[in-house]
Every structure is written in C-alpha cells, then in structure tokens.
C-alpha cells in the first residue's frame, strides 16, 4: 500500500483524533505535538505555552482510497476555524488551527482549500498553512484516548 502523511491541528488531539479514525482510507491518526521549539515536548511542556507546539494529529491515508482535498474537508467540518488560538473551552496556542503541508502539491491543496472554505464564514479563517517540520507523538495514554475512555472529556465544537 501506498500511503500520504497529512497532519492537522484543530485543538483538542482527542476529538481531531477520533474523527479522523472513522474515515475510510485513513490508515492512523496518532496524537502529537508540531510547530514548536522544543525536541520531544511532553503535554506538560505543551501546555506551559514555553514549546510553540500545536496538539496536531499525524494522519496516515491510502490515497487510493480517500483524497487529500477529502481529509482537507473534513478539517474544516471538525472544528471552527475562526477561532484563534481556542477550540470552545479549549484556550492556549496549542490549541490553534494549523495545516501542516509535506509538499507543494498539498500547500496549493490547502490554500485553495482554504479559500473556499472562507465564503461559508463571516468572520475571517485564521488556520495557519504551513511547511510541516518535525511531529512529535503525545504520551500513549494520549493515543486513542476516547477508545480507551469514552469521549465526555473533550469533544469539537463547530
């Protein structure tokens, strides 16, 4: 199989997670850390607001069986993309709205993608759209959180 790394922040990782879970075609979703300073951030260094690091999940999809414009897509239904810097009850840097691009070809994706998803808002779209550097994966109780304990604790908000 031949598969594409896409990741997205759109705050809490457990919901974001989740969603992208019961995609078909996504191969995993693995909750982490993207876009800070620090190497192997834990969630307590995160959520310091010292690393620069999003909460973002690392998904792996068959493209054969579901597009990058389709992930894109679903980006946007899970979560508000006006918000900047929250998600809901969720507030702090890590919780912002983030596209991490692994290529031109997603970047234009996502940009275009961006663009579209702009008329459906009154307030302007704040999601950063970005060269995606180094993922770092959260703590494994973080990993198929609502799995293992059910999915009162966060969910997204749109």
Not at 57 to 67: A, I, K, L
Not at 88 to 106: C, H, K, L, M, N
Not at 146 to 156: L, P, Q, R, S, Y
Request: hydrophobic share 35%; with cysteine; charged share 20%.
């Amino acid at each position: 199989m031949n598969t594409q790394k896409a990741t997205f922040a759109a705050g809490c990782f457990w919901g974001v997670e989740a969603a992208f879970r019961q995609i078909p075609g996504v191969v995993d979703a693995v909750s982490g850390y993207i876009g800070g300073r620090t190497e192997r951030p834990t969630y307590q260094q995160v959520c310091s607001h010292t690393t620069g690091h999003a909460e973002a999940v690392e998904v792996t999809f068959d493209p054969q069986r579901v597009t990058y414009d389709q992930l894109l897509d679903a980006f946007w239904e899970m979560h508000d993309p006006t918000q900047l810097n929250r998600q809901g009850p969720d507030v702090g840097d890590q919780y912002r709205s983030a596209i991490f691009t692994y290529s031109p070809e997603q970047e234009r994706a996502a940009t275009a993608s961006r663009d579209r998803e702009q008329v459906k808002h009154k307030r302007p779209i704040v999601t950063q759209i970005v060269p995606a550097p180094q993922f770092w994966p959260a703590e494994e109780y973080h990993q198929r959180y609502f799995e293992k304990n059910g999915g009162a604790a966060c969910h997204i908000i749109k």
